[in-house]
């Protein structure tokens, strides 16, 4: 079966920036696991960084329970 590619048209901008800001947060949080704990509280800085940025964008609490998920796992990371 081929995989069939979605019509531009019905691809919604939003969601295509929401998931590519999802996997940077994803790599960033694998880079700084692979870099070392030093890299931990530059990377809390980012995710503060932004939240407050996104703070007032509407239909974003998805992304922000995202944040959150990094930010435990860098913290865990940190204390372990």
Same mark, same amino acid.
């Given at each position: 079966m081929?995989?069939? $590619?979605p019509d531009?048209?019905?691809? #919604?901008?939003?969601?295509?920036a *929401? &998931?590519?800001?999802?996997?940077? =947060?994803? *790599? @960033?949080?694998?880079?700084?696991?692979?870099?070392?704990?030093a890299?931990?509280?530059?990377?809390?800085?980012s995710?503060?960084? @932004? *939240?407050? &940025?996104?703070?007032e964008? +509407?239909?974003?609490?998805d992304f922000l329970?995202? =944040? #959150? &998920? $990094?930010e435990r796992? =860098? *913290?865990l990371?940190? +204390?372990?």
């Amino acid at each position: 079966m081929t995989p069939v $590619a979605p019509d531009p048209a019905t691809v #919604d901008p939003l969601e295509v920036a *929401r &998931a590519e800001l999802i996997e940077a =947060l994803a *790599r @960033m949080v694998n880079c700084v696991i692979d870099a070392g704990k030093a890299e931990v509280q530059p990377a809390l800085g980012s995710i503060k960084e @932004m *939240r407050a &940025a996104l703070a007032e964008v +509407a239909n974003l609490d998805d992304f922000l329970e995202d =944040l #959150d &998920a $990094a930010e435990r796992m =860098l *913290r865990l990371y940190l +204390a372990t």
